[in-house]
């Protein structure tokens, strides 16, 4: 078996980043004619990174070329990109059991990634898991298991949100129009309410705060002239809007929409497929809000890159489904399980929440001296932990310094309309953050000169 490397040699006495080509490199510009013919074009491809190999926050490509990883491949790889102790992980288990189906047997590792990742949910009692291989997918049996278990037809989810692109996801994600068009019809029965502090100011391009939008809309439109609150199964709500824009609700916004499906009988469903698994520095980000979901989805961090997602519930409410009800071949595959159990202890016992909270109060002032260095085209600096947005004026001068930032080694990724996120993985170090601060100020002064 490879013996994993904790300091590759491919990487030793190097600076990170380190650019020796132009972007992409001559290796890189193959991948990209290859890929170009053959892949489908719905692909959205950010800029031109061809990542060969990574290790923590690095990436290095075909040409030789080392990036600083502020993506983390999406917000996935939590522990960093091939943390020795997940490839440990995943070889054994490689080595002895790829694959037998969950959904119709026992497998022993399976059971074992329930407990270990119901122990970390802010859900009390009893709690079932069911394990997919993706957030979107996590998204649908959570919708399933929501009309299933209280019998009424409606869905609800916020404006700006994303849950993913499967049918029943996509119906409930809100956050571009092309992400629906083409589609229709869509799922019935999915309805959407603005989110906490959703406006932007024409004027200044800043956050205006409205905590009673949401509330005014369910109570005094929505629950008034389309559907009964009787007839609503759940909110989906992100407890950090991720895609959306990288914002986060006040607590009390929080708190309230739990009140309101408290008062109805709504179930309150936290899809923290991007903000779960430590980003914010708690485990969950709804545990921010001091608030107990009925249902929470994970996906993306939680097993470092792995294809594994999941949704879990109060035993009671998830005991309302029998058998053959849901199902999936590959959900929980022990192979993917290996990776998040591993995932799991490392987070745990590296202090990797805690490093989010300690690395992200450190980028934070940094980005608002930016922000007040350029205040003409840095609108907003937000964000908790490693889960940070620069919201900037307009699309093209954000679009404008992720393609810089990436010139000189930076990978950071646009969200929102015109919002960089920032979502290193949680193992990120303090000088990789002061590097990263200081290609992306350098990134933002040539935009705005
Ligand atoms: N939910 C949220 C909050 C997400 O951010 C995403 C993906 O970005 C999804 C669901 C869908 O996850 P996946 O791409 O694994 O299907």
Known sequence: MTQV???????????????????????????????????????????????????????????????????AGIAVNSTGHCHPRVVEAVQAQAAQLLHYSASDFYLPIYSQMCEALARTLPISGPKRVFLTNSGAEAVEGSIKLARYATGRPYVISFYGAFHGRTYGAVSLTASKAKYHTGFGP??????????????????????????????????????????????????FLEPVQGEGGYIVPPAAWVQRLREVCDRHGILLVADEVQSGMGRTGKMWAIELADV???????????????PLGAFAAKAELMEKWGAGAHGSTYGGSPVACAAGLATLETIQSEGLVEN????????????????????????????????LGVEFRTPEQAADVQQRAFEQGLLVLECGESTIRMSPPLVVTPEQAQTALRIFGDSVAAVAE
């Open 5 to 71: 490397e904790m300091n590759p040699t491919w990487l030793a006495d190097r600076p990170v980043p380190d650019i020796r080509t132009a972007l992409p490199g001559p290796e890189g510009q193959k991948v990209l004619d290859r890929d170009g013919s053959v892949t489908s074009p719905s692909l959205p491809r950010a800029y031109p990174l061809v990542p060969a190999r990574g290790h923590g926050a690095v990436i290095e490509d075909p040409d030789g070329n080392l990036f600083l990883d502020f993506n």
């Open 186 to 235: 869509l799922l019935p029965g999915v309805l959407h309410a603005p989110y906490a502090f959703s406006e932007r100011d024409p004027e200044t391009g800043a956050r205006v705060h409205d905590e009673d939008a949401t509330f005014d809309y369910l109570e005094n439109t929505l629950f008034r002239y389309e559907v009964s609150p009787t007839e609503v199964a759940a909110i």
């Open 292 to 306: 107990e979901p009925d249902v929470i989805i994970s996906a993306k961090g939680i097993a470092s890159g792995l």
């Open 356 to 387: 989010a909270t300690k690395i992200g109060e450190e980028l934070v002032p940094g980005l608002k001296a930016l922000q007040s260095r350029f205040p003409k085209i840095i609108t907003d600096v937000r964000g908790v932990g490693l889960m």
